[in-house]
């Protein structure tokens, strides 16, 4: 219904969070038939909407559904490669991937690398367990930060950026505006890191040398 709506308004991509798909017990499902009721109802998605990006935004746990079909970035990438559609790929969420205990950079790497890497959502979080805080983008892993914004621009990423953080009690305004600016300033430092040849220090595995070169480009 979502990709008709879609395909009606003139968009191209459809992201699916499927909020309810998975189990909170033991011994309450077969996991082998969940997972390939995943796999037949998105190839029956992309099959009937050739013409839209279908991105699944994988997340390993909430109050709705203790247990996701599809907890981390390589069960997401597996799921991807299973359905085999060219217009089957992942939106990536900052909390999600600290939730799962994932570092958010090498996510992007890894689905980049691959070409299905179709949306990224911005935000920031403490990682407790079972909790997505929703935080602005770069307030809690700043470093953690400009390396997803690097491995961004490395792996060619083309796609929306999106800020999914909670203004519970900041204003919205505000918040927003604060997300972007962080993006911008972000993106501009993941530029000045290519220029001083991070590349040579990550061939290396230098982290001294690394954080050295973060600090002066004023990584906070």
Request: net charge negative; aromatic share 10%; glycine share 6%.
């Amino acid at each position: 219904e979502a990709c008709k709506w879609a395909q009606d308004l003139g968009a191209s991509e459809v992201v699916v969070w499927s909020a309810f798909d998975g189990y909170d017990y033991s011994l309450q499902v077969d996991y082998t038939e969940l997972w390939r009721q995943v796999v037949r109802a998105f190839r029956q998605i992309c099959d009937a909407f050739p013409d839209i990006k279908v991105s699944l935004e994988y997340k390993p746990t909430d109050e709705n559904t203790r247990f996701f079909a599809v907890p981390s970035t390589g069960a997401a990438m597996l799921l991807v490669q299973d359905i085999d559609r060219p217009n089957m790929g992942l939106t990536l969420d900052v909390g999600h991937c600290l939730a799962a205990g994932e570092n958010p950079a090498q996510s992007v790497a890894m689905v980049g690398a691959r070409g299905k890497l179709f949306g990224m959502q911005l935000n920031d979080g403490y990682q407790r367990l079972g909790a997505e805080d929703g935080l602005m983008f770069g307030s809690v892993h700043p470093r953690m930060a400009i390396e997803l914004v690097y491995w961004l621009r490395k792996t060619k990423y083309a796609g929306h950026i999106y800020f999914d953080t909670f203004p519970r009690n900041e204003d919205p305004v505000k918040e927003a505006e604060y997300n972007i600016r962080k993006f911008k300033t972000m993106w501009a430092r993941a530029v000045r890191l290519e220029h001083e040849g991070v590349d040579r220090l990550l061939a290396r595995h230098d982290a001294v040398a690394s954080l050295e070169l973060q600090d002066t480009i004023a990584v906070e």
